[in-house]
């Protein structure tokens, strides 16, 4: 007998082809009017990566895009009301992803890069990308017969098959978010906010261990001179890579969202918190050598070092999260 043939591999229906390629050309004048942003401001140099990092996540998921688009092709509609809604969702988002697209593109033809057009090319993208990728899903029809049991209430929207495609494309478009530059006025409330953080507990702990100094604002008075604490040290440069490192590693290493919500929110808290120990580690070295002592060399290797330490930390919560829900598993599984 002769060994049967391997079947070819399956091959995404034209239309929804086509929606992935006009995707990746709004994706692509993203990149191109946020490349400005990423040469011109330190806090956002990591934006480089991103293009290849959605490359690699669409790619890693191929045979899984694949796969339920082949199942959306056969599976039954669901409720007339769930599919209603999802439809009304998706319309809505494609008429306002459009208007705020159009928007940007406008606003950057006449003003050149700026803030807010980069934000309104960007959210208008997400929305655009996600609703031509939904309405582009191939479906069975009415005429399907359903059989066994169906996904009932508010679920009928999550198990819907056209939405089990766009949300595997979630990481790809809304990680775009993250390396656009926020607005002005909303960057520097984050950055207030999180530099009078950062100045409170410094000066909070060094009082607490008996070396006095005074807190002027966002300047410390040390005996060998004032150290100011700049917008840049309040951590908003660590805390928008660190959260493109974790939504990064959470779309690769993570199918349950729990798991993926879990290592984003630890992103923030990693950031915040090895920020507050390199502006504790720069006002000791103050203290002891003086304000010019931190700067240069010192003051960048600390930097770094955050950015360094918090993805160390995020890699090793990876095994854990995947450790405790695998020897929950095993147990039962032992015990029989």
């Given at each position: 007998?002769?060994?049967?043939?391997?079947?070819?591999?399956?091959?995404?229906?034209?239309?929804?082809?086509?929606?992935?390629?006009?995707?990746?050309?709004?994706?692509?004048?993203?990149?191109?009017?946020q490349?400005?942003?990423?040469?011109?401001?330190?806090?956002?140099?990591?934006?480089?990566?991103?293009?290849?990092?959605?490359?690699?996540?669409?790619?890693?998921?191929?045979?899984?895009?694949?796969?339920?688009?082949?199942?959306?092709?056969?599976?039954?509609?669901?409720?007339?009301?769930?599919?209603?809604?999802?439809?009304?969702?998706?319309?809505?988002?494609?008429?306002?992803g459009?208007?705020?697209?159009?928007?940007?593109?406008?606003?950057?033809?006449?003003?050149?890069?700026?803030?807010?057009?980069?934000?309104?090319?960007?959210?208008?993208?997400?929305?655009?990308?996600?609703?031509?990728?939904?309405?582009?899903?191939?479906?069975?029809?009415?005429?399907?017969?359903?059989?066994?049991?169906?996904?009932?209430?508010?679920?009928?929207?999550?198990?819907?098959?056209?939405?089990?495609?766009?949300?595997?494309?979630?990481?790809?478009?809304?990680?775009?978010?993250?390396?656009?530059p926020?607005?002005?006025?909303?960057?520097?409330?984050?950055?207030?906010?999180?530099?009078?953080?950062?100045?409170?507990?410094?000066?909070?702990?060094?009082?607490?261990?008996?070396?006095?100094?005074?807190?002027?604002?966002?300047?410390?008075?040390?005996?060998?001179?004032?150290v100011?604490?700049?917008?840049?040290?309040?951590g908003?440069?660590?805390l928008?890579?660190?959260?493109?490192?974790?939504?990064?590693?959470?779309?690769?290493?993570?199918?349950?969202?729990?798991?993926?919500?879990?290592?984003?929110?630890?992103?923030?808290?990693?950031?915040?918190v090895?920020?507050?120990?390199?502006?504790?580690?720069?006002?000791a070295?103050?203290?002891?050598?003086?304000?010019?002592?931190?700067?240069?060399?010192?003051?960048?290797?600390?930097?770094?070092a955050?950015?360094?330490?918090?993805?160390?930390?995020?890699?090793?919560?990876?095994?854990?999260?995947?450790?405790?829900?695998?020897?929950?598993?095993?147990?039962p599984?032992?015990?029989?």
């Open positions: 007998m002769s060994a049967p043939a391997s079947q070819p591999p399956a091959k995404l229906p034209p239309q929804f082809l086509a929606a992935l390629g006009l995707s990746a050309g709004f994706m692509a004048f993203t990149a191109w009017d490349s400005h942003w990423w040469q011109a401001k330190e806090d956002y140099s990591f934006g480089w990566l991103v293009p290849m990092f959605v490359a690699y996540v669409v790619y890693d998921r191929w045979a899984k895009i694949t796969q339920r688009v082949r199942e959306a092709e056969v599976a039954p509609r669901g409720p007339n009301w769930a599919r209603w809604t999802l439809n009304v969702a998706g319309s809505l988002g494609l008429l306002f459009a208007a705020f697209f159009l928007l940007g593109a406008f606003y950057r033809a006449g003003a050149g890069s700026s803030h807010p057009g980069t934000m309104a090319i960007t959210m208008g993208m997400a929305c655009i990308v996600f609703s031509l990728l939904f309405f582009n899903v191939p479906t069975a029809g009415a005429d399907v017969v359903v059989t066994g049991e169906t996904t009932k209430g508010w679920r009928s929207l999550f198990a819907d098959p056209r939405f089990r495609v766009a949300s595997v494309f979630i990481f790809p478009v809304l990680v775009w978010l993250i390396s656009a926020l607005v002005s006025a909303i960057e520097q409330q984050i950055s207030l906010f999180l530099l009078g953080k950062v100045v409170t507990v410094v000066a909070f702990v060094f009082d607490m261990l008996g070396y006095p100094l005074e807190q002027q604002g966002n300047v410390l008075m040390l005996p060998k001179g004032p100011g604490v700049a917008d840049a040290c309040s908003i440069r660590s928008t890579a660190c959260l493109f490192a974790g939504s990064f590693l959470s779309a690769t290493f993570f199918e349950a969202g729990w798991k993926k919500v879990t290592l984003v929110v630890a992103s923030m808290f990693f950031a915040f090895m920020n507050l120990g390199r502006s504790l580690f720069l006002t070295w103050a203290y002891a050598y003086g304000p010019e002592a931190i700067s240069g060399t010192v003051h960048d290797t600390a930097g770094y955050v950015l360094g330490l918090t993805c160390a930390g995020l890699l090793l919560l990876v095994p854990v999260l995947n450790f405790k829900i695998e020897s929950l598993a095993a147990k599984e032992a015990a029989a």
